[in-house]
Nanobody, 124 residues
Framework: QVQLVESGGGLVQAGDSLTLSCAAS????????SGWFRQAPGKEREFVAA????????YYANTVKGRFTFSRDNAKNTVYLQMNSLKPEDTAVYYC?????????????????WGQGTQVTVSS
């Protein structure tokens, strides 16, 4: 079993930057892709970004492409989501996720592990 804990959320203004971190513990020797999803009030949870276990492949939703950067440090069992040029529509609870095939399929059905979520609020 793998436990995921996010950190780094907060309240920022439009145009600001924020970095989310997600630390894994437990059976961290498991090989899996990592991802970020987000859920705004009244909306379904949606895919944001994913990264392969090796870190060589990254994938982004069109809404964040060019503004967000996903990276990982397997030695620290941690992944990072650098978010630049934030917009009010980026406001949501951001969830870290892990699962085999997640980078390829980018859907919640591929998620084996979820973090508890961290709130990101972008004011206009």
């Amino acid at each position: 079993q793998v436990q995921l804990v996010e950190s780094g959320g907060g309240l920022v203004q439009a145009g600001d930057s924020l970095t989310l971190s997600c630390a894994a513990s437990g059976r961290t020797s498991s090989v899996y892709s990592s991802g970020w999803f987000r859920q705004a009030p009244g909306k379904e949870r949606e895919f944001v970004a994913a990264i392969t276990w090796s870190g060589t492949g990254t994938y982004y939703a069109n809404t964040v492409k060019g503004r967000f950067t996903f990276s990982r440090d397997n030695a620290k069992n941690t992944v990072y989501l650098q978010m630049n040029s934030l917009k009010p529509e980026d406001t949501a609870v951001y969830y870290c996720a892990g699962g085999r095939g997640l980078a390829t399929y980018q859907t919640t059905s591929r998620v084996q592990y979820w973090g508890q979520g961290t709130q990101v609020t972008v004011s206009s």
